[in-house]
């Protein structure tokens, strides 16, 4: 495949993940208003596990083609780009969005962390302990994931002391929206599954298109994996946490965010199945490590700007904490890019 063959099936790919990732929130809003579930639980479980699809089998199909570097790029900048827009949420919405959803939201990007954690240091150890040709740490990882998500399912909520719901106009009952309130609900849960199953179909073709363009240009697939392919795949999460906001599921959204990049860390053990020459983790660059602290250091900033926001701040017109995640953000993809 040509550079400019590569550069269009990528564009057109990626519109493609951007439509099927619009339609998942009205259907996710709608499924947990019927079935009475937590928005915070469906953000972080159902919502986050289908915009995460692209995750899954781009970094399978990455792997299966030899490109570890790739794979593993991808989920760590994935799970910084997911923390960009979380910022970038919040500048749009002058900071209105933070002070209103949960804080059972930190108890979930503590586990991301912790996740994230574990897995840069079975990337800076290269560790060789392997259950076949499968490393430990991925094993030990998802383990760790399944009784994560348990505990989201049974955990309290922890609303904030006299939260009320920001002055944000919400989105009238036009497109995704509309059409989910008219479906019954076994029609919701169909739709939702042909929406997943839309992004898993495409995010191969992605991911494909991505490795073409890196072997045509010559850069590093460390930092095409963690900016490039990394925002491609993260665009289902952008659009789906927009549409989220517009239709007032606020735990929803930011749910999403932070419980992608919980998913994100469990899918090493899927990509380091399809890499059959040993332990993905061991066969990356030590630059990931880069990508990893970012990842982490950006989920920590926005926590922390979480749990310390307060009706008060939403009177700034400047919102720092969003400005300090986007710079962070542009900082570590420069390092990745440096050390990769």
Same mark, same amino acid.
């Given at each position: 495949?040509?550079?400019?063959?590569?550069?269009?099936?990528?564009?057109?790919?990626?519109?493609?993940?951007?439509?099927?990732?619009?339609?998942?929130?009205?259907?996710?809003?709608?499924?947990?208003?019927?079935?009475?579930?937590?928005?915070?639980?469906?953000?972080?479980?159902?919502?986050?596990?289908?915009?995460?699809?692209?995750?899954?089998?781009?970094?399978?199909?990455?792997?299966?083609?030899?490109?570890?570097?790739?794979?593993?790029?991808?989920?760590?900048?994935?799970?910084?780009?997911?923390?960009?827009?979380? &910022?970038?949420?919040?500048?749009?919405?002058?900071?209105?969005?933070?002070?209103?959803?949960?804080?059972?939201?930190?108890?979930?990007?503590?586990?991301? =962390?912790?996740?994230?954690?574990?897995?840069?240091?079975?990337?800076?150890?290269?560790?060789?302990?392997?259950?076949?040709?499968?490393?430990?740490?991925? =094993?030990?990882?998802?383990?760790?994931?399944?009784?994560?998500?348990?505990?989201?399912?049974?955990?309290?909520?922890?609303?904030?002391?006299?939260?009320?719901?920001?002055?944000?106009?919400?989105?009238?009952?036009?497109?995704?929206?509309?059409?989910?309130?008219?479906?019954?609900?076994?029609?919701?849960?169909?739709?939702?599954?042909?929406?997943?199953?839309?992004?898993?179909?495409?995010?191969?073709?992605?991911?494909?298109?991505?490795?073409?363009?890196?072997?045509?240009?010559?850069?590093?697939?460390?930092?095409?994996?963690?900016?490039?392919?990394?925002?491609?795949?993260?665009?289902?999460?952008? =659009?789906?946490?927009?549409?989220?906001?517009?239709?007032?599921?606020?735990?929803?959204?930011?749910?999403?965010?932070?419980?992608?990049?919980?998913?994100?860390?469990?899918?090493?053990?899927?990509?380091?199945?399809?890499?059959?020459?040993?332990? =993905?983790?061991?066969?990356?660059?030590?630059?990931?490590?880069?990508? &990893?602290?970012?990842?982490?250091?950006?989920?920590?900033?926005?926590?922390?700007?979480?749990?310390?926001?307060?009706?008060?701040?939403?009177?700034?017109?400047?919102?720092?904490?969003?400005?300090?995640?986007?710079?962070?953000?542009?900082?570590?993809?420069?390092?990745?890019?440096?050390?990769?």
């Amino acid at each position: 495949m040509d550079l400019w063959q590569a550069v269009v099936v990528f564009l057109v790919s990626a519109a493609v993940l951007v439509r099927a990732g619009s339609s998942l929130a009205g259907y996710a809003d709608q499924i947990a208003e019927r079935m009475q579930l937590s928005r915070l639980f469906v953000g972080t479980l159902m919502l986050a596990f289908a915009t995460s699809l692209p995750e899954l089998v781009t970094d399978i199909t990455a792997a299966r083609a030899g490109a570890p570097d790739l794979a593993v790029g991808d989920l760590f900048g994935s799970s910084m780009a997911n923390m960009a827009i979380l &910022a970038i949420i919040d500048l749009l919405y002058r900071g209105k969005v933070w002070p209103s959803v949960e804080l059972g939201h930190a108890r979930v990007a503590a586990v991301a =962390i912790a996740l994230t954690s574990m897995a840069a240091l079975g990337v800076f150890t290269q560790s060789t302990l392997t259950i076949g040709w499968v490393g430990l740490t991925p =094993i030990v990882i998802v383990v760790v994931y399944v009784l994560s998500i348990a505990w989201f399912r049974r955990m309290p909520l922890l609303a904030r002391p006299g939260l009320e719901q920001p002055q944000i106009p919400l989105q009238e009952a036009t497109g995704w929206s509309e059409k989910a309130a008219k479906i019954s609900l076994n029609g919701l849960w169909l739709r939702f599954g042909i929406s997943a199953l839309l992004i898993l179909l495409t995010a191969p073709i992605t991911t494909l298109s991505v490795k073409a363009i890196a072997d045509s240009t010559g850069i590093a697939q460390t930092f095409l994996g963690a900016a490039l392919l990394a925002v491609t795949t993260s665009l289902p999460e952008l =659009i789906a946490s927009i549409a989220s906001l517009r239709i007032g599921a606020y735990d929803m959204a930011v749910g999403n965010l932070f419980g992608s990049n919980v998913a994100n860390m469990s899918i090493l053990v899927f990509a380091d199945l399809a890499y059959t020459e040993g332990p =993905i983790l061991a066969a990356v660059s030590q630059g990931q490590v880069v990508a &990893a602290i970012g990842a982490i250091l950006l989920m920590s900033v926005a926590v922390a700007a979480i749990v310390g926001e307060s009706e008060q701040t939403r009177l700034r017109k400047l919102e720092p904490d969003a400005i300090v995640l986007l710079t962070i953000y542009a900082a570590t993809l420069v390092a990745v890019a440096y050390y990769g």
